[in-house]
């Protein structure tokens, strides 16, 4: 366990009505995320809860009271995604308030895995193992990973399915949702287009960090720059981001994400362009360094396999038949 002192959570007021609270995360270079409490006739919308884990709800309280709330003013709970860090308080939040979710219906990378967490751990060690990642380093993040909880309280299902067109009635306006999948297959953002104010999510951050959930969707990278190009079509003055302060230039973002996720599926290219490779292999090419943990070998993994897909989607790689564990070459 990590036993540095924790951060104490914290509201800042954004607008008249709107507050940004930053929670804590236990997590490695992700110090805290974003929840935004949105003033809502006599009481707020909370869009995002935090990561379930001991000592959560009373950081979101503190955060609350800072703003002049408590858990029972939230109206209505919304989620830009189905991840442990933005759904994670779900179900203490719905119980407390009593009032409804709101989320995208493709949470199964999320709620079918927490459902059956032995079956989804085994899978991801099958996925490694097919990858060609090395027994021993297999059964050291086996040992590291196995009974690692998801970081949920509890898993609960939408009251409503957060899809493209379905509004969000605030003081500040009305919010409209649309889809972005890539980081996640659950993953939403919420334009308010006579302000120019954009929830974000995880789908666009302050600097760019890429991560895809592999396996529930044919081709995340591919999914994930459409949803660039969803982002380019709104007008956006200021992203509130799920991570890190709030962003003025929209554009700069989707630019810098889109180079980003271009040179990466380029460098993928490139290690597989002599000859057949395993994903395993490929990954300290996408990293540009030995992956320095089983988390990091986990993380580049993903990222790979999906890069490999894009670039089978697109025609420009194939999976050597009958190869196990699997390897990748360019197409002909
Ligand atoms: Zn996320
Ligand atoms: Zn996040």
Redesign the pocket.
Known sequence: MNQRRRELSRADRLLPGLWRLRLPLPWPGVPHVNAFAIAAVDGVVLVDTGLYEPGAMRQLERALDQAGLSVEHVRLLVC??A?S??YGLAAPILERAGCELWMHPDHDHMTRAARNPERAFERRLEVARQSGVPADTLAEYESARRGQGFGIAEIVLPDRQLVHGVEVETDLGVWQVHETPG??PS?VVLHQPERGLLLS??HLLGRVSL?YDYGWTPDPAGEFLDSLDVVDRLDVQLVLA?HGRPVRDARALTEANRRAVQERIERVRRAISDGPRTPYDVVPDLLEAEPGSPMMLNWGLSETLCYLRHLERTGAAHKVDGADPERWALAA
Do not use: F, K, P, S
């Open positions: 830009t995604h991840h860090d933005h980081h996640a993953h999510g995880d991560y799920g």
